[in-house]
């Protein structure tokens, strides 16, 4: 197998001292324009690559911020990594991704190995408790509910509570009276868009009820199967998330019901298929992507020292994005 080619190797072919040529190639400190076109022309000859990690070791900083991300598979989190990548760098900051959900606990002692200048965590991370103590050597953020705190992070994340308080006024302003919620129990999210659920619809005297599901599709499509086939099945149906409600509508479906004709549907998180002209799902913008934007900006400040060791919580105010899958149910609309 052929050697890697080393910065000792692009010194040589530069005629420089292999101090210079590291110079030169970070852009640090002084060397003549002469010399740092030699390196640069000797790296590119050569095809040298620089090792991230053992730069890292030879400087105070690494410029690199691991993101643990709960679950890729979640279409929700494509516009907070968006936001949190351009805000990081936008801060000088590169983000190095990973996945909870396959890798874990040892995923925090990955970064830390790589001398992370901070961590940001995006979900709930189930399990996460033991793993989020051990960040306590670098600034961490965090974007969306998590079920545990890293020490000293700050929280970024979505009123959910609200959003879900959101839903139901427009289901009974378009003379809704008997809803259900299919839920996901258990999840931070879950619970707190339940009790906003809960509290408004018993606020508003409507006949309500909540149905176990979960935060996937086929969790809602079971779920919403076994409500939408019972006779006294309600006139809207708010899942927990888009996921769930892409299920639920599946469900429909094979049901023989119409949505919104017979059965409004909203969903949760504003996700690219809710924005699907043929589908027009009923949904709440969390304002995923300002939330990683906001959570890039203080990490920044943190890790350059610009805010004191204790995190703060923002709760992002959501917005109700209503479309074609909700509808006056069949009575009113006659």
Do not use: C
Request: no cysteine; glycine share 12%.
């Amino acid at each position: 197998m052929a050697r890697s080619v080393t910065i000792l190797d692009v010194a040589a072919l530069a005629g420089v001292s292999k101090s210079a040529a590291s110079l030169a190639l970070r852009g640090t400190g002084y060397v003549s324009e002469a010399k740092r076109r030699a390196v640069l022309e000797a790296a590119e000859e050569l095809g040298y690559r620089p090792n991230a990690a053992a730069r890292a070791m030879g400087s105070a900083r690494s410029g690199i911020v691991g993101l643990i991300l709960d679950d890729l598979r979640n279409p929700w989190f494509v516009p907070a990594v968006e936001g949190l990548s351009e805000g990081l760098h936008a801060v000088g900051l590169r983000p190095l991704l990973g996945d909870w959900r396959l890798e874990g606990a040892s995923l925090v002692e990955r970064f830390l190995e790589l001398r992370v200048e901070g961590i940001a965590a995006v979900g709930t991370l189930d399990g996460a408790e033991r793993a989020l103590a051990r960040i306590a050597p670098v600034r961490a953020v965090q974007v969306g509910s998590p079920r545990a705190q890293a020490p000293g992070a700050s929280i970024v994340t979505n009123d959910d509570a609200e959003g879900a308080r959101r839903v139901v006024r427009h289901l009974a302003a378009l003379g809704h009276r008997k809803i259900a919620h299919l839920g996901a129990p258990g999840t931070a999210v879950g619970d707190a868009r339940r009790a906003g659920f809960e509290a408004e619809a018993r606020s508003l005297g409507l006949e309500f009820r909540t149905v176990d599901a979960g935060l996937t599709e086929d969790a809602g499509y079971r779920a919403g199967h076994g409500l939408l086939a019972a006779p006294d099945r309600p006139t809207a149906v708010f899942a927990v998330n888009d996921m769930a409600a892409l299920g639920a509508l599946s469900a429909a479906e094979e049901l023989g019901l119409s949505v919104p004709a017979d059965v409004s549907l909203a969903g949760y998180d504003d996700t690219p298929a809710a924005r699907l002209r043929a589908l027009g799902l009923t949904s709440v913008d969390n304002a995923s992507r300002e939330a990683g934007r906001m959570a890039a900006r203080l990490l920044g400040e943190a890790i350059e020292g610009l805010s004191g060791g204790e995190g703060q919580t923002i709760l992002l105010t959501p917005e109700l994005k209503a479309r074609t899958s909700t509808a006056p149910p069949p009575a009113v609309a006659r």
